[in-house]
C-alpha cells in the first residue's frame, strides 16, 4: 500500500502572512514536548540500542523559523515550491470569480484524464454497485463536480484507484446530509437514529449471531447506508487500522455536529457566534483531508497523528475549509425554504450587523483561521522535521486549496451576493 516517502524542502510550509497593512508575527519554533521528544527518539532502555545504529541521543534540530513577509495592503500567496505533488499554479483563469478579499491560494487545473477517469468511475459506483440516486437527481449528481474537487485536493494521488477512495466517501457523506439532514427529504426530527444506524456501516455492529444478520441487512436499506458501506470497504482495502480508526473517530465528530445544529432547528435556537463556531468544528470537512496521506499512497504514524499540534492543525484546516463553504453557499442557502444557519447568519442575529457587514465579517473570521492553520502548520513542520509529518501537512494545506478552488468554480451551484 506505501509509496516511498520522501522529505519535502523546508520552505515547503510558510509563516502566517500580513493583510490589510496589519504586521502578522512568523510561526513561532516551538520547542518539542517530552511525548515528541520521546517519538522523534524512538524506543530506549533494555535491549533497544542496537535497533537503531547511528541512532542520535537528541532529536533532529529544528530548522530556523521562516522570515515573515513584509507587511502589504493585500494578502501575499502562499510560495509553493514546485514539485511531483504541487505544481505552480496554471496562467489560465480559473472559472467562477474568488469572494473578494478571501485569502486563498489559486491552484492549478486538475489533470483533465484524472477528473475523466474518477466522472466515470463515481458515477458507474453511484448507480451499479450503491443505487444511490434516482434518474431525476441525475442533474444534481453531475452538477457536484466530485471528480474535478478530488483531484484538485489530491494531486499526490498514485493512482485513479486511490482517487476513487477520496470521491466515494465525500459522495457518501452528502448523500447523509442530503437524504438525512436537508435537501432531499432531511429532517431534524429523529435524525439522531438514523445517523446511528448509518455510522455502523462505518463502525461495525458486533453482536450475537442471531442478531448479525438483520444488522448486515439493514446496511442495504437506504442509499446512505449504502454508500457508506460500500464506500468504507474500498477505503479499508488501502487504510491500514489505524488511519481507518481515525477516519471513524473524525466520522463520529461529523454526526455529533450534524445532531447539534438539528437541536437548534428543532427549537429554532440562533446560536451565539462562538457557539456557532464551535458546532461547525464538528460539522465540517474535516473527515477529507484527514484522509490525505491515505489517499496519497503512504501513512502519518498513528503517534504523530496523535500530537495536540497537529490535531490543532488539523482542526483549523477543517474550521477555515467550513466557513469557505458558509460563504460560497450563502445565497443558494438564502433562496432555500426556512431558515439555514451559517456564519453571516449568525453574525447578523447575534451582533446586530446587516447582511453585507455580516458577510465581510464572515470572510474576515475565514482569513484568520487560515493564517492560523499556516502559522501553526510551519511551527509544527520545523519542530517535527519527519517526512511523513512534513507530507502530511502539505497534503493538508493542498486539500484546503482544492477546496476553495472547487467552491470557486461550482458555478452550477454557487453565486456570490451582491455586496461589492
Known sequence: MSAPEFSPPSSTLPAATAHAGARVPAAEV??????????????????????????????????????????SMA????????????????????????????????????????????SRGIKAWALEEVDLYPEDWEEEFDGFSVARYMVACHPDAPTVDHLMLAARLMVAENAVDDCYCEDHGGSPVGLGGRLLLAHTALDPLHTTREYQPRWAESLHADAPRRAYRSAMEYFLQQASPSQADR??????????????????????????????????????????????????????????????????????????????????????????????????????EREGADERAAYLKAVEVHNDLMRDFEAEAAALAAACPVPSVLRFLRGVAVWVDGNHYWHQTNTYRYSLPDFW
Open 247 to 348: 477516519f471513524r473517530h473524525d466520522m463520529s465528530r461529523l454526526h455529533m455536529g450534524y445532531l447539534a445544529e438539528a437541536a437548534w432547528a428543532q427549537t429554532d435556537h440562533v446560536p451565539e457566534v462562538w457557539e456557532y463556531l464551535a458546532m461547525r468544528q464538528f460539522n465540517n470537512f474535516r473527515p477529507c483531508p484527514t484522509i490525505t496521506d491515505t489517499v496519497g499512497g503512504y501513512e502519518l504514524p498513528a503517534d504523530l497523528h496523535a500530537q495536540p499540534a497537529m490535531q490543532r492543525v488539523i482542526a483549523l484546516a477543517g474550521n477555515a475549509t467550513t466557513i469557505v463553504n458558509d460563504l460560497y453557499s450563502y445565497t443558494k442557502e438564502l433562496a432555500a425554504p426556512g431558515r439555514h444557519l451559517n456564519l453571516p447568519v449568525v453574525i447578523a
Open 30 to 71: 516551538r520547542t518539542p514536548g517530552a511525548g515528541l521528544r520521546q517519538i522523534l527518539r524512538g524506543p530506549s532502555g533494555l535491549g533497544t540500542a542496537g535497533l537503531y545504529p547511528a541512532r542520535h541521543d537528541k532529536p533532529p534540530t529544528p530548522p530556523k523559523a521562516p522570515t515573515p513577509p513584509t507587511p
Open 75 to 118: 494578502p501575499t500567496p502562499l510560495t509553493h515550491p514546485t514539485s511531483p505533488t504541487r505544481p505552480e499554479p496554471s496562467s489560465a483563469p480559473a472559472e467562477g470569480n474568488p469572494i473578494p478579499g478571501i485569502y486563498h491560494h489559486p491552484v492549478p487545473e486538475p489533470d483533465p484524464v484524472r477528473v475523466d477517469a474518477v
